[in-house]
């Protein structure tokens, strides 16, 4: 019990478990979403292809949510660019995912040259890999912000999700437009990934989107408590993570990754098991 | 510049990246045809982990990346090449499991003084004679895997099941495929970093993909294109002090983003045939 | 409600410049089951994408006077979706509602009335991918009950069915089209088309629209299958059967 508590007594450690509480929240509700669309290629895209932003906000120490809104909205629209083309245009020729790792590649070459020339300073890494441990009451702000309106957009939109995903040929039928749908998703992904970003780096951040969702889904059966079951593992997979990064002295961020990667194998074992008795 | 070729690391450095051209212009193709590009990416990040391992417990560096990126390849590989449901997750989290995993062990485990960002972003100006031969090794390799298996790739890429019934045995000369893409991608890792190999691997062979559309001319114009992205890019990062690997990421992109233009605007007319 | 559920004049459908199917003229009236027949490629997924206002109408008309319910044909990644049957029954509900409003007890009730309906009654709650076929096909027939569509399209789905199954459903539709509905059925079972009230004969263009008994000739169906048509002997009393056989490609590749 005293194991438990002992971290609490550090503001810095109060804050961070709010942050990833906060974050896995948004991670397995909004998880669940983007892995039923098959978008966690996506979301790895948008978030390194904003590390240019965050980057340029960082050397002229602008807010980075300033920085990576600027990043990810360049990204987004470079990414919507390549990936249509028309007819014959890159996307058509290579592929959507060829065209859209070609445009990440030199988004995020781009980062790394501006972050590694000789004459920034160094600091990349809490770029890359976060800096969970350095949230600010300010940084929880705006989660709890990103939290309310990502859930009050899910909650409104969830039947009209629900349909275009399940069937969107007959979605339009139902009146359920699928194309506001999925502008919606990729608003709501965008700004998940901008404000997580900051906690967890640009390499990790998929991690809260994908590993919780993807572990409901080999537990669950309806989308209700894929959800709630997303949500939950994410939040205690989270929380680990920060709790192993304190005993253990390992990187947080990459610790709270580990652990929700380690929570998405344990459910899909357990899945595996539970099929075989 | 010609006077910096004097120097032993600048040799090596111009051996490297044109060999790596070589095996870029031979594999490129079908990363991109089959749809390859996120494994390669992903098969290079998984070395990170690889080499900081091999570099903490003191056994040769490329057993280590060559020993992760295999486990990658096994795991995801097969997915990716079928295309099925889901792989897109797994694939991703693989990645992040991967860097995750390299970071920790080489900020924690290990505190071994390993630079996280040459490993991950690439020191080609200090590469050795240990990975010149390596390049050299992945270059004939791709080559002559790409003459000898080149129509199997291209038969299951268009239609697997057709692959089945003329006989073809896709399973091996896939395997053959994605194991020479992990090879690539490890080699490619020492000079461009783990997370920036598809700007060799990739990037050229997209670029060129929007000038024709056979197999052949196709090949020629990525190892030439790669070649002259790989060396424009090594004498400016020398000239600049700037990192060689983001250099050429920055560059191949630049041109690629050019010939996308060229060619929405009509103005560039597809070589050896129709578009 | 007078006049025909929807209609069709001269009408011609593309997913461009050129239309894959052309001279469309036929109409639904309340109570009507149509039979669509055609061989694969032919049109009859392009007319009822163009009927839901998915594709554009190059020439003459297309209108649809009310809410149409679709049942397509259930493709491999439906059938993981985290959904149960009452789930996607209740989808229906979302229908004519403004996009805010959550479907509530009154729908969860109405949709659960139209899975009994459909003899599902006792199976709400399984997995939308752990029915059958048959039993999918009447779940999505529930949603278009919910949805309250006075006209069905259903996209081929009787297909891979087994005989009992077959005639559920077949019983189904003709309950919904006493009740005053229009239902289109994309079908390749040219017995089954013969015991509905029209035939609309499709191969990139609309060969013939009528009365089965008038409509189904050896001729049309040539026009139509651009094959083989063989006579089969009938039933005692019920005169000679028509089978088609698939057309012969001589032009085998090397």
Same mark, same amino acid.
């Given at each position: 019990?005293?194991?438990?508590?002992?971290?609490?007594?550090?503001?810095?450690?109060?804050?961070?478990?709010?942050?990833?509480?906060?974050?896995?929240?948004?991670?397995?509700?909004?998880?669940?979403?983007?892995?039923?669309?098959?978008?966690?290629?996506?979301?790895?895209?948008?978030?390194?292809?904003?590390?240019?932003?965050?980057?340029?906000?960082?050397?002229?120490?602008?807010?980075?949510?300033?920085?990576?809104?600027?990043?990810?909205?360049?990204?987004?629209?470079?990414?919507?660019?390549?990936?249509?083309?028309?007819?014959?245009?890159?996307?058509?020729?290579?592929?959507?995912?060829?065209?859209?790792?070609?445009?990440?590649?030199?988004?995020?070459?781009?980062?790394?040259?501006?972050?590694?020339?000789?004459?920034?300073?160094?600091?990349?890494?809490?770029?890359?890999?976060?800096?969970?441990?350095?949230?600010?009451?300010?940084?929880?702000?705006?989660? &709890?912000?990103? &939290?309310?309106?990502?859930?009050?957009?899910?909650?409104?939109?969830?039947?009209?999700?629900?349909?275009?995903?399940?069937?969107?040929?007959?979605?339009?039928?139902?009146?359920?437009?699928? &194309?506001?749908?999925?502008?919606?998703?990729?608003?709501?992904?965008?700004?998940?990934?901008?404000?997580?970003?900051?906690?967890?780096?640009?390499?990790?951040?998929?991690?809260?989107?994908?590993?919780?969702?993807?572990?409901?889904?080999?537990?669950?059966?309806?989308?209700?408590?894929?959800?709630?079951?997303?949500?939950?593992?994410?939040?205690?997979?989270?929380?680990?993570?920060?709790?192993?990064?304190?005993?253990?002295?390992?990187?947080?961020?990459?610790?709270?990754?580990?652990?929700?990667?380690?929570?998405?194998?344990?459910?899909?074992?357990?899945?595996?098991?539970?099929?075989?008795? | 510049?010609?006077?910096?070729? %004097?120097?032993?690391?600048?040799?090596?450095?111009?051996?490297?990246?044109?060999?790596?051209?070589?095996?870029?212009?031979?594999?490129?193709?079908?990363?991109?045809?089959?749809?390859?590009?996120?494994?390669?990416?992903?098969?290079?990040?998984?070395?990170? /982990?690889?080499?900081?391992?091999? %570099?903490?417990?003191?056994?040769?560096?490329?057993?280590?990346?060559?020993?992760?990126?295999?486990?990658?390849?096994?795991?995801?590989?097969?997915?990716?090449?079928?295309?099925?449901?889901?792989?897109?997750?797994?694939?991703?989290?693989?990645?992040?499991?991967?860097?995750?995993?390299?970071?920790?062990?080489?900020? %924690?485990?290990?505190?071994?003084?390993?630079?996280?960002?040459?490993?991950?972003?690439?020191?080609?100006?200090?590469?050795?004679?240990?990975?010149?031969?390596?390049?050299?090794?992945?270059?004939?390799?791709?080559?002559?895997?790409?003459?000898?298996?080149?129509?199997?790739?291209?038969?299951?890429?268009? %239609?697997?099941?057709?692959?089945?019934?003329?006989?073809?045995?896709?399973?091996?000369?896939?395997?053959?495929?994605?194991?020479?893409?992990?090879?690539?991608?490890?080699?490619?890792?020492?000079?461009?970093?783990?997370?920036?190999?598809?700007?060799?691997?990739?990037? /050229?062979?997209?670029?060129?993909?929007?000038?024709?559309?056979?197999?052949?001319?196709?090949?020629?114009?990525?190892?030439?294109?790669?070649?002259?992205?790989?060396?424009?890019?090594?004498?400016?990062?020398?000239?600049?002090?700037? /990192?060689?690997?983001?250099?050429?990421?920055?560059?191949?992109?630049?041109?690629?983003?050019?010939?996308?233009?060229?060619?929405?605007?009509?103005?560039?007319?597809?070589?050896?045939?129709?578009? | 409600?007078?006049?025909?559920?929807?209609?069709?004049?001269?009408?011609?459908?593309?997913?461009?410049?050129?239309?894959?199917?052309?001279?469309?003229?036929?109409?639904?009236?309340?109570?009507?089951?149509?039979?669509?027949?055609?061989?694969?490629?032919?049109?009859?997924?392009?007319?009822?994408?163009?009927?839901?206002?998915?594709?554009?109408?190059?020439?003459?008309?297309?209108?649809?006077?009310?809410?149409?319910?679709?049942?397509?044909?259930?493709?491999?990644?439906?059938?993981?979706?985290?959904?149960?049957?009452?789930?996607?029954?209740?989808?229906?509900?979302?229908?004519?509602?403004?996009?805010?409003?959550?479907?509530?007890?009154?729908?969860?009730?109405?949709?659960?009335?139209?899975?009994?309906?459909?003899?599902?009654?006792?199976?709400?709650?399984?997995?939308?991918?752990?029915?059958?076929?048959?039993?999918?096909?009447?779940?999505?027939?529930?949603?278009?009950?919910?949805?309250?569509?006075?006209?069905?399209?259903?996209?081929?789905?009787?297909?891979?069915?087994?005989?009992?199954?077959?005639?559920?459903?077949?019983?189904?539709?003709?309950?919904?089209?006493?009740?005053?509905?229009?239902?289109?059925?994309?079908?390749?079972?040219?017995?089954?088309?013969?015991?509905?009230?029209?035939?609309?004969?499709?191969?990139?263009?609309?060969?013939?629209?009528?009365?089965?008994?008038?409509?189904?000739?050896?001729?049309?169906?040539?026009?139509?299958?651009?094959?083989?048509?063989?006579?089969?002997?009938?039933?005692?009393?019920?005169?000679?059967?028509?089978?088609?056989?698939?057309?012969?490609?001589?032009?085998?590749?090397?």
């Amino acid at each position: 019990m005293d194991a438990l508590i002992e971290p609490l007594r550090e503001g810095i450690m109060q804050r961070a478990l709010l942050e990833v509480a906060l974050l896995g929240v948004v991670g397995g509700a909004l998880g669940c979403w983007v892995v039923l669309a098959q978008l966690s290629y996506g979301a790895e895209s948008l978030a390194h292809g904003m590390l240019p932003g965050l980057v340029l906000a960082s050397l002229a120490g602008a807010p980075l949510l300033l920085g990576g809104a600027a990043g990810i909205v360049v990204a987004a629209l470079a990414v919507a660019l390549v990936a249509r083309g028309g007819r014959r245009g890159p996307g058509d020729l290579l592929g959507r995912d060829t065209a859209i790792a070609v445009v990440v590649t030199a988004l995020f070459g781009l980062g790394a040259l501006l972050a590694l020339a000789p004459e920034t300073p160094a600091g990349i890494q809490g770029l890359l890999f976060g800096d969970v441990l350095g949230t600010t009451t300010a940084d929880l702000l705006a989660s &709890a912000a990103l &939290a309310v309106v990502v859930l009050a957009a899910l909650a409104l939109l969830h039947w009209r999700l629900l349909a275009v995903g399940f069937d969107r040929a007959s979605a339009r039928a139902l009146g359920a437009a699928p &194309a506001a749908a999925d502008a919606a998703l990729l608003v709501l992904l965008a700004l998940a990934v901008l404000v997580a970003v900051q906690a967890l780096g640009n390499l990790l951040v998929v991690a809260v989107l994908v590993a919780p969702a993807a572990a409901a889904r080999a537990l669950t059966r309806r989308m209700g408590p894929m959800i709630a079951a997303a949500v939950a593992i994410a939040v205690a997979a989270g929380v680990a993570g920060l709790y192993l990064s304190y005993y253990a002295r390992i990187a947080a961020g990459a610790a709270v990754a580990g652990a929700l990667v380690a929570a998405f194998l344990l459910a899909r074992a357990a899945a595996l098991l539970r099929a075989r008795i | 510049m010609l006077e910096a070729l %004097d120097l032993p690391f600048m040799q090596r450095a111009l051996a490297e990246v044109l060999l790596l051209a070589v095996a870029a212009g031979a594999l490129g193709t079908w990363i991109v045809l089959r749809g390859l590009a996120f494994y390669a990416h992903g098969v290079a990040a998984a070395a990170f /982990p690889g080499l900081v391992l091999a %570099d903490g417990l003191g056994f040769p560096a490329l057993l280590g990346a060559l020993g992760v990126a295999l486990l990658f390849a096994l795991g995801v590989g097969r997915l990716a090449a079928r295309g099925r449901d889901g792989h897109d997750a797994l694939t991703a989290l693989a990645l992040v499991a991967a860097l995750a995993a390299g970071v920790v062990l080489a900020s %924690d485990v290990f505190a071994s003084g390993v630079a996280v960002e040459s490993l991950l972003f690439g020191s080609l100006l200090a590469v050795g004679p240990g990975e010149v031969r390596l390049a050299a090794l992945v270059a004939l390799l791709a080559v002559a895997a790409g003459w000898l298996l080149g129509p199997r790739w291209l038969a299951v890429g268009f %239609d697997a099941g057709a692959a089945r019934a003329l006989g073809v045995r896709a399973g091996a000369a896939d395997l053959a495929l994605l194991a020479l893409v992990a090879l690539a991608a490890v080699a490619a890792v020492s000079a461009v970093g783990a997370l920036l190999a598809s700007a060799l691997l990739v990037v /050229p062979a997209a670029t060129t993909r929007l000038l024709t559309d056979r197999v052949r001319p196709w090949q020629l114009a990525t190892g030439a294109l790669a070649a002259v992205e790989g060396v424009a890019g090594l004498w400016l990062a020398f000239e600049l002090d700037a /990192p060689p690997g983001a250099t050429i990421a920055v560059l191949a992109g630049g041109v690629f983003a050019l010939a996308a233009l060229a060619r929405a605007s009509g103005r560039l007319r597809p070589l050896g045939g129709a578009a | 409600m007078s006049g025909p559920l929807l209609r069709a004049e001269g009408a011609a459908i593309g997913y461009g410049a050129a239309p894959v199917l052309s001279d469309v003229t036929f109409a639904l009236e309340p109570g009507e089951r149509i039979g669509v027949l055609g061989p694969n490629g032919g049109g009859k997924t392009t007319l009822f994408r163009a009927l839901l206002g998915e594709l554009p109408v190059l020439r003459g008309r297309v209108e649809v006077a009310v809410r149409c319910g679709t049942v397509p044909q259930t493709e491999r990644s439906r059938l993981d979706f985290p959904v149960s049957a009452l789930d996607v029954a209740l989808m229906g509900a979302i229908a004519g509602r403004p996009w805010w409003r959550r479907p509530g007890r009154a729908e969860r009730a109405a949709a659960r009335d139209a899975l009994a309906r459909v003899g599902l009654g006792a199976l709400a709650d399984r997995s939308f991918g752990e029915l059958s076929g048959g039993q999918r096909q009447r779940v999505l027939v529930a949603r278009a009950l919910v949805q309250d569509a006075r006209v069905l399209l259903l996209d081929e789905p009787f297909t891979g069915l087994d005989a009992a199954s077959e005639r559920r459903l077949e019983a189904l539709l003709d309950e919904l089209a006493a009740e005053g509905r229009g239902v289109l059925v994309a079908t390749h079972d040219v017995e089954q088309a013969r015991r509905w009230d029209r035939v609309l004969c499709l191969n990139r263009r609309q060969v013939a629209f009528g009365s089965p008994a008038a409509t189904l000739t050896r001729d049309v169906l040539t026009a139509t299958y651009g094959g083989a048509i063989v006579t089969l002997p009938g039933e005692a009393g019920a005169g000679a059967a028509l089978a088609i056989l698939p057309a012969h490609h001589c032009d085998h590749e090397p």
